[in-house]
Structures are given as C-alpha cells and as structure tokens.
C-alpha cells in the first residue's frame, strides 16, 4: 500500500512475469476486495488497486499477456517493470535499479558460479 501526495491509495498485489489465466479471475477478485475492504473503514478515500509484474520478460517488446485480457484493465489496474518501479521510487527508478542488479552480478558471479558447479553431473 502506497499513499500518494494528494492522499490517494494505491494497492499493489506484486505477481510472476506469466500467470496462468485460471488465477487472473481470482486475482481480479482480490483488487475488488482490497478496494471494498479499505472504502468500508474509509469511505471517501481515493482508493485504486493494480496487479504489479517487476519486469517484463518480453523487454525490449511490450508487456503482452494474452492471460490477462478481458479480466483486467491493462491501462488502469497493471503496472509492469519500469512503470511500477517508476512509480513507486520516481522517474529513473527502475534504471537505478537494474544498475544495482547488474553490479551485484557482476561483484558475485564468482561466487554465484562456485556454488552452482557442486550442481553437474
């Protein structure tokens, strides 16, 4: 939950890159609770819900699930990658982020693939 500057509510319930379409249906259905649950306590509150998917596994192309159409409002409940990391951290966010991804990686791939080599046959 995020609380914006204008007071606004924000719910983000943070998923896998490919859902399977048999749980879209109940993943639409906890948006809706989230929003009736928090307009119960506060009922004038500016309250929005969104499915968050942390990067697109199709990037450089866009984020297109075939799963997700119909049950969900792509443009208003779905923030994938760089718009929900921009989102929530401002505009670059995500950038910064994929830096430190790529610097720890490189600083512990060493002992990344020592670990991994007691794994072959």
């Known amino acids: 939950m995020v609380k914006d500057k204008d007071d606004a509510i924000h719910l983000f319930d943070l998923k896998t890159v490919k859902p399977n379409k048999s749980n879209i249906k109940d993943f639409k259905r906890t948006l809706l609770e989230w929003i009736g649950f928090y307009l119960l306590i ?3 509150a500016n309250v929005n819900s969104y ?11 866009p984020y297109e ?6 049950m969900i409002d792509i443009d208003n409940e779905l923030k994938v ?8 951290g401002g505009k ?3 950038e910064e982020l994929l830096e430190c991804f790529e610097k ?5 791939r060493p002992k990344i693939d020592k670990y991994f ?3 072959r046959y």
């Open 81 to 88: 990658a760089e718009e929900f990391w921009d989102f929530l």
């Open 51 to 61: 499915l968050a998917i942390p990067y697109n596994p199709y990037e450089p192309k």
């Open 104 to 108: 720890v990686g490189i600083e512990l």
């Open 65 to 70: 699930r075939w799963t997700m159409k119909g």
């Open 117 to 119: 080599r007691k794994f």
């Open 42 to 44: 506060h009922p004038n």
């Open 92 to 94: 670059g966010a995500y």
